[in-house]
């Protein structure tokens, strides 16, 4: 079962014999929007990135901790899809997540209560953060129908979906290691994707830029929502590395 550090103990004075914390984001591009407001992390903070997509991230866990020592606490970090009336640049705190990877044998994996509760705990007044309920699909959701047709198998009871974080978590299950996600929404639940990106990623998770740019010089009319999705990425990015450094340096860690 996950650790929980006991109510009397801050975060930071649980740490002076330099406990880790991992910080894992999904993509280069929300850990490259972290890394420009901090730039002398300590030695007890490790920022990785494990890639789009369960097979990736999971294979990435694996392969960066056979380097390195676990660590004590873990951040799943990155972009979310809404699911209810979640809008545009929301961060969304998940200790709760469906694993939707096969729909024969969904499993909820639980985080941190601690973690949590002192995430929630900061209050900056230019973001909105909030509790959700996430679930972890193996594809992307390309629209409200797709939503709305994995978020059945959960009863509908989750309120954003990523990729990675069931896959992360699943691990850290597995060695007792306290986590949290930390999602911000840049998609809500009627916004459709401009593509499939599905048929652009490749098993690695990563995505064809020739395949990308043959798919937009086809389909000249996909371009708009190319812009919007990227507007939407770069206000979520900010957003995530605005709170994540309000976070650290509520739990005095930088």
């Not at 920022?47 to 997509?53: K, L, Q």
């Not at 809404?82 to 545009?88: A, I, M, P, T, Y």
């Not at 996430?134 to 959701?141: A, E, G, H, P, Y």
């Not at 390309?142 to 509908?156: A, G, Q, V």
Request: glycine content about 6%; proline content about 5%; hydrophobic content about 40%.
């Amino acid at each position: 079962m996950p650790r929980h550090l006991p109510e009397s103990q801050t975060f930071s004075s649980m740490i002076p014999d330099k406990k880790r914390l991992s910080i894992v984001f999904s993509l280069d591009q929300e850990k490259n929007s972290f890394s420009k407001l901090i730039h002398n992390v300590p030695e007890n903070i490790d920022i990785w990135v494990c890639g789009a997509g369960p097979a990736a991230s999971s294979k990435e866990f694996v392969k960066h901790f056979s380097q390195q020592s676990y660590p004590d606490y873990m951040l799943f970090c990155g972009f979310a899809g809404g699911l209810s009336d979640l809008e545009v640049g929301d961060v969304v705190l998940s200790k709760k997540v469906y694993n939707l990877y096969s729909i024969t044998g969904i499993s909820v994996l639980n985080g941190d209560q601690y973690l949590l509760d002192k995430a929630l705990e900061i209050h900056p007044k230019s973001l909105r953060v909030t509790e959700k309920i996430l679930m972890s699909t193996s594809c992307v959701l390309l629209n409200r129908s797709m939503k709305e047709k994995f978020n059945s198998l959960t009863n509908h009871s989750a309120e954003c979906v990523d990729m990675e974080t069931a896959a992360l978590a699943s691990h850290a299950a597995d060695l007792s290691i306290p986590w949290l996600a930390v999602r911000v929404i840049t998609d809500g639940i009627d916004n459709a994707m401009p593509l499939d990106f599905n048929a652009l990623t490749d098993a690695s998770g990563q995505l064809s830029m020739p395949g990308l740019l043959y798919e937009v010089l086809k389909h000249p009319k996909t371009i708009p929502g190319l812009i919007s999705l990227g507007k939407h990425s770069s206000i979520a990015g900010k957003n995530l590395a605005s709170f994540l450094f309000r976070f650290l340096s509520y739990m005095e860690l930088i």
